[in-house]
């Protein structure tokens, strides 16, 4: 399973829900999480996989700790969530260390990068796109309002210049609904929301959401 999205924040934090949600805790034997910088090491990352996701220092080689972790997960149902892959030679490196049993087993990536994405898995990945502007709109009464459409006059022109300046990104579009939802309902207050947000349209798609939700 293979998730793509340029909106790095979002898409860890759907494969996070999912890693964390009820009926996976229950149904798998074994989760690991763990987060794949851009200069990997391969030891060190089997280190992780063998401690449950925590760092250890490294004392095998990767043949040995791969055997350990072959071992470890043959008679194991598990879910193994590599977030952020920046290459396709780690999964490489990895995928003979995981055991297919045809038990259910999951190992889920997530990427930033369409060409990691295309060349990692057997199966397409899955493309979570951008929202247009009428999904973007109704996410955001959703959050906003807990309706489908604004309540106020006053606030829709306002409230639809907001939802557009967060360029279709899910969780910018939480982040400010959520925020609005808790406010007095004032334009004053709206329009500056406005100025902040309109003021970050032109950052990168990653820089774009941690500045709002810094």
């Not at 959050?143 to 967060?166: R, T, W």
Request: glycine share 4%; charged share 25%; aromatic share 12%.
């Amino acid at each position: 399973m293979l998730y793509y999205l340029l909106d790095s924040i979002f898409k860890t934090t759907l494969a996070r829900n999912i890693f964390d949600h009820p009926y996976v805790v229950h149904h798998f034997d074994k989760r690991i999480w763990f987060t794949i910088s851009q200069e990997y090491n391969v030891p060190e990352i089997l280190v992780r996989l063998l401690n449950d996701g925590k760092d250890e220092e490294v004392s095998e080689t990767s043949a040995k700790l791969g055997e350990r972790l072959y071992k470890n997960l043959f008679s194991q149902q598990y879910l193994i969530v590599m977030n952020d892959v920046w290459s396709a030679e780690v999964w490489d490196a990895l995928k003979l260390f995981f055991p297919n049993n045809k038990n259910g087993s999951r190992v889920m990536m997530t990427t930033r990068l369409l060409d990691v994405a295309d060349s990692l898995g057997y199966l397409k990945p899955y493309l979570m796109d951008f929202l247009d502007e009428d999904k973007s709109w109704n996410l955001f009464c959703h959050k906003a309002f807990a309706q489908e459409d604004c309540p106020y006059q006053e606030l829709e022109e306002i409230g639809k210049d907001i939802a557009k300046s967060c360029r279709g990104l899910p969780l910018t579009i939480v982040v400010i609904g959520g925020l609005l939802a808790n406010s007095n309902m004032k334009q004053e207050y709206w329009k500056c929301v406005a100025k902040n947000v309109s003021s970050l349209a032109n950052l990168e798609d990653n820089e774009h959401c941690l500045k709002i939700l810094v």
